[in-house]
């Protein structure tokens, strides 16, 4: 967890700095949220990345389990909530990001799409049974997708899924005594992201906060803070 406000003072300051412009609470919060998610999506195409690679024996700084460590504060498992028990229609895990791996009775569930699900329908060797169960993925009406599991009237058992969530959103809580926007901390929402993610959290956000209030410096002060840190991770 980052602590939103240490984040927000870091900003402010940083900001305030040689009279480069002021970030309103409401400004900070926006910046925060899309700091955090451009953060937490980069985390999957570096998997992807560092995985085509070599790895690092070295404890402590093999970046795939650096990563790991970082994605692993999302990750969940839960009972998947029934839409239809006859049809067998399933609903995704509320806020989940990434869906993991199915199970039924210790078996995974095999994702198909429909036309993958239509030859194996009409192979004896390869159709869906109770000990080789398959599931597809639709769009629901609302634009959200939903699961439907084969074959149809699996004797009785749950569905379990892992997932990885999605961060909830960041909130910088306030009261507003006369001019000035107090903290409030009973109100707000810490970045749920490693600790570790502090720097980069202050610098997107100064970097989003240059471009949209069209503040320059903002923009070049984040870029040296990352090119500072680079340089002390090479050495």
């Known amino acids: ?3 939103v406000d240490t984040v927000y003072q870091r900003v402010l300051a ?3 700095k040689e009279q480069r412009g002021y970030i309103t609470p409401q400004e ?3 910046f925060a949220n899309q700091a955090q998610m451009e953060t ?3 985390y999957f195409y570096d998997v992807n990345t560092y995985g085509r690679g070599p790895g690092n024996s070295t404890e402590y700084s093999d970046m795939l389990d650096i990563l790991d460590e970082k994605i692993s504060l999302f990750k969940k498992q839960k009972v998947l909530t029934t839409i239809s028990s006859s049809a067998q229609l399933y609903n995704l895990p509320d806020k989940c990001y990434r869906l993991g791996t199915l199970s039924y009775r210790g078996r995974e569930v095999e994702e198909l799409d429909a036309k993958e699900l239509m030859y194996a329908s009409a192979s004896p060797l390869a159709k869906p ?3 080789r169960p ?3 993925r639709y769009e629901n009406q609302s634009g959200g997708d939903m699961l439907e599991v084969f074959p149809k009237n699996l004797p009785g058992g749950t569905i379990v899924a892992t997932y990885v969530k999605e961060p909830e959103k960041v909130y910088w809580g306030y009261n507003v005594i006369g001019s000035n926007a107090l903290h409030d ?3 707000s929402k810490h970045f749920e992201l490693h600790r570790s993610e502090e720097h980069a959290l202050v610098v997107k956000i100064l970097a989003y906060a240059g471009i949209t209030l069209n503040k320059p410096g ?3 002060i984040g870029t040296q803070l990352d090119q500072v840190k680079e340089q002390k991770e090479k050495q």
């Open 218 to 220: 903002l923009v070049q």
């Open 185 to 187: 901390a009973t109100n």
């Open 40 to 42: 937490f999506e980069q």
């Open 1 to 3: 967890m980052v602590n």
């Open 134 to 136: 398959v599931y597809t």
């Open 129 to 131: 049974t109770a000990r």
């Open 14 to 16: 940083l900001a305030n």
């Open 28 to 30: 900070f919060n926006l």
